[in-house]
């Protein structure tokens, strides 16, 4: 009798130990997993950035596969360049089947000083049916001040061609866009002095306040000091005095490489133009009911001919349109979630009625509407 009783005192501990809220919620409540990743992973420093380069030029050397006649601005660049070598021809006898005038564009990285190569990007402007085996001339880049920061010159090098002729042809890949490897030379000094600043500052990829905090406390303890500071919710202030014995670049190198944890964002990011969701894993949604049914028309029109009776004096054929309307309504179906549903959830309830990636992106919009939809609804 005595180990009868104890059984069920032990069993009746483990029920409660068991069933203790508590423990289940808990259990219920998971809590959300925090990523480690490096600040230069999620971070820039504040004037350290690339600047877009674009210019204007011709490509030379075709195999009658440039501008045709009717592009004129082609014709007077090329009679404008040679013109500035000392030959004067008239415009309207250039014949320009070798030649196509193209756009030139390169990305000057930071910290570029003059004589560093940099790859271009040729694009042509006219109706040239390939660059392939051209030559660039010499073209100067521009920034948006209109000050000349590179020459590009050089072979294209090309990832397709066209093939055949006579409406017979054969297209692989993009023929009137190439690139030139090391094809610029940059001209003019673009390099931030950051060896002397008073202050350093690094801005956040993703504003957010949870974010900024977790970087400041990170960056103050790898320093042993309070040498950082949150400013907003995108930037980072570090004062380097004292705590940059070897330089400011030997302090960021050792600043870029801490772990810093990124708290979970619950988003939801949506294209309606391919109806693509994407959808994260810490989205929670509240207890609602949704209900997706469809209700389609279709209108035919048959044309049918009316002869006349046989030996009618007066009779005429004639097309009579018979127009056919159908309507066809589907019962609505009903998916039901609890609070604290996770994505899983809610995509394997859509998944059993059947509902469309398009279907998805209305029903996202209507659950983010009613309040249920604990996440940022993005649409792309």
Request: include cysteine; proline fraction near 6%.
């Amino acid at each position: 009798m005595a180990k009868t009783a104890r059984r069920k005192l032990i069993l009746v501990v483990m029920a409660a130990m068991f069933f203790w809220p508590g423990n289940s919620s808990r259990a219920d409540q998971p809590k959300p997993e925090v990523r480690q990743v490096r600040l230069r992973d999620i971070s820039t420093v504040e004037g350290v950035r690339d600047n877009p380069l674009i210019g204007y030029g011709l490509v030379v050397g075709l195999k009658r596969t440039g501008d045709s006649q009717q592009t004129q601005f082609s014709t007077q660049t090329l009679a404008n360049i040679l013109q500035r070598m000392g030959l004067q021809i008239p415009v309207a006898s250039v014949q320009i089947r070798n030649v196509a005038a193209v756009f030139v564009t390169a990305t000057l990285p930071p910290f570029a000083r003059p004589g560093t190569r940099i790859d271009v990007t040729v694009s042509s402007v006219g109706d040239a049916k390939s660059i392939e085996g051209g030559l660039l001339l010499m073209t100067p880049l521009h920034s948006s001040d209109g000050q000349v920061y590179a020459e590009a010159q050089g072979p294209l090098t090309i990832a397709g061609y066209t093939a055949g002729g006579r409406g017979n042809t054969s297209t692989v890949n993009h023929p009137t866009v190439a690139r030139i490897p090391n094809g610029g030379i940059v001209e003019r000094d673009v390099s931030v002095d950051i060896a002397h600043a008073p202050r350093i500052s690094l801005l956040l990829r993703e504003p957010d306040f949870r974010m900024a905090h977790e970087t400041e406390q990170a960056i103050n303890k790898a320093l042993g000091s309070s040498a950082a500071r949150a400013i907003d919710a995108s930037r980072v202030e570090i004062n380097p005095t004292d705590n940059a014995p070897d330089g400011i670049p030997a302090l960021l190198a050792q600043i870029q490489d801490i772990l810093v944890r990124v708290p979970p964002v619950a988003r939801v990011v949506v294209n309606e133009r391919t109806g693509t969701v994407v959808l994260g894993r810490d989205v929670s949604l509240g207890a609602c009911s949704i209900l997706q049914g469809s209700l389609s028309v279709d209108i035919t029109t048959r044309y049918q001919v009316s002869q006349p009776a046989p030996l009618s004096p007066k009779g005429e054929t004639a097309v009579v349109p018979q127009t056919n309307v159908q309507a066809v309504e589907t019962p609505a179906q009903s998916v039901r979630l609890q609070e604290g549903a996770t994505v899983e959830d809610l995509v394997r309830g859509l998944q059993t009625i059947g509902a469309t990636a398009r279907d998805i992106v209305a029903i996202l919009q209507a659950v983010k509407a009613a309040g249920a939809l604990q996440a940022e609804l993005e649409v792309i």
